[in-house]
């Protein structure tokens, strides 16, 4: 039996070093080869690791706009609702197939609002019925990953004082982990439900977590592009004080815990003047090269289906996984292929 080294700390593998190369080239690289130097924190045991991706369910009719918030592309089942029973067990088989163990329902935008009383914006209302659609979907499903659950407070860093950030877990709480229908769809990480919490870009608070807990899970507060967060950036692309990110440019930055690296997100791609876009795969299998390399306990694999052009400008600048009738199955072929070899260890 592997040992967790977060809840023992006895567990030790070597540290891995890299070979800076063209992104192909390093997609079956043994991961040591590919740092310059020692990471800050040592590399998770393979046989603990998991795969998650971020899981969009904002699409409100199977006829998308267009304008801003048109598709960059179109999903190669054609434009869909997120709450279709039809597309929730396709999306279930895709993600299990290749190797993804969870993912992240964003409901960072939500706070204020419960799906049990009346009122709330629309696109808030329907993300929060189409979660409830896809748990009673999913848990008919022999094969489908876990679910973690995204709550936060941008813009409204008061939450964390005010009582309504507590609220808004406690409705993740009675709706799926007290509930014993819904309980084991639930991502779980040191022994209890993993709830992430998204506080902004920039995070309000440039030099520590926020002063904010749950008992009820193990919580890990989120922000995005800590490289460019320099009090939250330490040594080697270490998440100082233990952030986990929704997104870098560039070299991503990884959170560890216990003296392990814990969390990294990879994208197909990022926004931004002179970006290299997708490159045909070479962005995204470099960027699992260095996952691959520090090891960490999760890979969050970018975004599978956001499509608005608000969030990925064009097709060479779009970074979800979902296929499309752009790019075929490119990047989810990456996705698996990636996964395993992480999984492994390699």
């Given at each position: 039996m592997v040992r967790d080294p977060m809840l023992c700390g006895r567990c030790r593998n070597p540290r891995r070093r890299l070979l800076i190369?063209?992104?192909?080239a390093l997609a079956l690289l043994p991961a040591r080869r590919v740092l310059a130097q020692d990471p800050p924190a040592l590399p998770t045991p393979p046989a603990l690791r998991g795969v998650g991706i971020n899981y969009s369910l904002w699409h409100r009719s199977d006829q998308w706009p267009t304008g801003a918030q048109a598709g960059w592309g179109t999903p190669s089942i054609g434009d869909y609702a997120s709450n279709s029973p039809a597309v929730l067990a396709t999306h279930a088989a895709w993600l299990a197939s290749a190797g993804v163990d969870f993912i992240v329902i964003d409901w960072s935008n939500d706070l204020g609002m419960d799906i049990r009383l009346p009122g709330g914006p629309g696109t808030q209302r329907f993300i929060?019925?189409?979660?409830?659609?896809?748990?009673q979907v999913w848990r008919t499903l022999a094969a489908r990953p876990q679910v973690a659950l995204m709550i936060g407070c941008p813009g409204d860093p008061a939450a964390i004082s005010n009582g309504a950030?507590?609220?808004?877990?406690?409705e993740v709480h009675d709706l799926f982990a007290a509930n014993p229908v819904y309980a084991g769809l639930l991502q779980t990480y040191l022994g209890k439900p993993l709830l992430l919490v998204y506080v902004n870009t920039p995070s309000p608070w440039a030099?520590?977590?926020p002063p904010w807990s749950d008992p009820r899970f193990t919580v890990r507060f989120v922000t995005g592009f800590i490289t460019q967060?320099?009090?939250?950036?330490?040594?080697?692309g270490l998440s100082r004080f233990g952030y986990w990110s929704w997104e870098d440019r560039e070299v991503p930055t990884y959170a560890a815990a216990g003296g392990y690296a814990e969390c990294m997100t990879v994208v197909a791609a990022w926004r931004g003047a002179g970006t290299p876009g997708r490159a045909n795969g070479a962005t995204y299998l470099g960027q699992w090269a260095h996952a691959r390399a520090i090891g960490p306990r999760f890979v969050i694999a970018g975004t599978f289906n956001e499509w608005w052009i608000s969030e990925q400008i064009d097709v060479q600048h779009s970074k979800d996984v979902e296929p499309s009738r752009q790019?075929?199955?490119?990047s989810m072929?990456?996705?698996?292929q990636q996964a395993a070899l992480f999984k492994a260890g390699r």
């Open positions: 190369g063209a992104a192909a929060e019925t189409a979660t409830l659609a896809l748990f950030l507590t609220a808004k877990a406690s030099e520590s977590l967060q320099q009090t939250l950036l330490g040594a080697g790019l075929g199955w490119s072929t990456i996705l698996q």
